[in-house]
């Protein structure tokens, strides 16, 4: 019998690509070409704002009940 998921809440997935750009900076810890401090701190950064962009666009368009 299959079930509804709900959605995982958008701090959830926001931790989750912080995560994965902490992923990415250690896989490329062993490269030839490591992420300095900066550009680590960058994408980092980049992650928050799309976030942030997402939670705004939400909040200027409610979403209703697709019931």
């Known amino acids: 019998m299959a079930t509804v998921a709900e959605p995982r809440p958008l701090a959830d997935l926001e931790i989750d690509s912080v995560l994965a750009v902490e992923a990415a900076w250690e ?3 062993h490269g030839l070409k490591p992420w300095t401090t900066e ?13 942030q962009r997402r939670r705004e666009w939400l909040r ?6 697709a019931s």
């Open 27 to 29: 896989r490329r810890s």
């Open 39 to 51: 550009e680590f701190l960058d994408q980092v950064a980049a992650v928050h704002a799309r976030y």
């Open 60 to 65: 200027t368009h409610p979403q209703g009940d």
